[in-house]
């Protein structure tokens, strides 16, 4: 899909290593988390917590949302340009 853009709340031992592969396919990825440190280079980066709905209405922005998730890989976000959910 155009300008496809995953969201990944939290880079820790799981999002961080999810958040790469994305880079590495090629998808836009924006990490959701609640400090900067272990941020991938090539990740855009929202400050918050994922518990904080304000917080993943921003990261989520002008995008239709999907919720993936795969307990082996953690959890992601897909989400198109369109209007927001």
Request: glycine share 12%; hydrophobic share 40%.
């Amino acid at each position: 899909m155009k300008n496809e853009l995953q969201v990944v709340f939290g880079a820790g031992q799981v999002g961080f290593f999810l958040a790469k592969k994305l880079l590495e396919a090629g998808k836009r990825v924006r990490i959701v988390k609640r400090n900067a440190g272990g941020i991938p280079d090539g990740c855009e980066f929202i400050l918050g917590d994922a518990l904080d709905q304000a917080v993943c209405r921003r990261a989520t922005r002008r995008h239709n949302c999907h919720r993936r998730f795969n307990p082996g890989l953690g959890e992601a976000l897909s989400v198109t340009d369109g209007n927001m959910l």
